[in-house]
């Protein structure tokens, strides 16, 4: 009986370090796990909504941000796309995919002009982070930076506040990066937000190197998607002061 529960003891020792071995196999290494979450509240109309998805769609299969893809150590990342409202609405649009060639970006952005758009009530930036920094868990990769790429039009009306989850986020390691999109009209009867870039910057951007790309509109916005990412991916050395697109 003795001999038997040795045994026993053994097999399932050597089944949880086999299980181990192959989890750490399963974690394909990246230069970089980045989320891209994208405000999709009903103060964006359709036109603006139209050109936000094809901001992301033609920054992610330029040749700059391509580039930079190429220039890391692994020579890929993996992208994961989720749209976000207020706290009853975030929505992973493509899940964790890895981009390492032009023809793999152009496969992500094919299946992202093709993924349907909803519009939402609310922002809730805060939630947006927390279901952005849950992306990491059981990603399948592992990399030495982290990074969550927020977009928006607005600031929280709704759920935790952005910088309470934020420094939740930093303590855990991941960086979060800021695309406010300023816009120069009235939403739903409010004036229009002048100062949302320095929410942004106080409230939702941080971690080691963190900064944002201010968008003077959505017609701007591709031109500072593209930007972004390329010091994104590329691990440029950035200051957190807002840099206009």
Request: aromatic share 6%; net charge neutral.
């Amino acid at each position: 009986m003795k001999r038997r529960t040795a045994l026993l003891g053994s097999l399932a020792a050597a089944a949880a370090a086999s299980t181990a071995i192959s989890s750490a196999r399963a974690e394909t290494p990246v230069d970089l796990q980045l989320v891209l979450a994208v405000d999709v509240s009903r103060s964006i109309d359709e036109v603006e909504a139209e050109l936000q998805r094809r901001g992301y769609i033609e920054a992610l299969t330029n040749d700059r941000v391509i580039d930079a893809i190429l220039s890391g150590e692994t020579q890929r990342i993996a992208v994961c796309y989720t749209e976000w409202a207020g706290t009853h609405y975030q929505v992973v649009v493509i899940d964790w995919t890895v981009i390492d060639s032009p023809s793999a970006a152009r496969r992500f952005t094919e299946k992202l002009a093709e993924a349907p758009r909803q519009s939402q009530s609310w922002t809730a930036v805060g939630a947006a982070l927390a279901h952005a920094g849950q992306r990491f868990d059981n990603s399948g990769f592992v990399s030495k930076r982290r990074v969550i790429d927020i977009s928006g039009d607005g600031r929280t009306n709704d759920g935790p506040p952005a910088e309470l989850v934020r420094d939740r986020l930093v303590e855990q390691g991941i960086v979060v990066n800021g695309l406010p999109v300023m816009m120069n009209r009235t939403n739903f009867g409010r004036p229009p937000d002048l100062t949302l870039d320095k929410y942004y910057e106080e409230n939702v951007i941080g971690g080691p190197g963190s900064f944002m790309i201010v968008a003077d509109n959505f017609d701007h916005f591709g031109r500072a998607v593209r930007t972004k990412l390329v010091r994104e991916i590329s691990g440029a050395d950035v200051t957190r002061r807002p840099v206009p697109a």
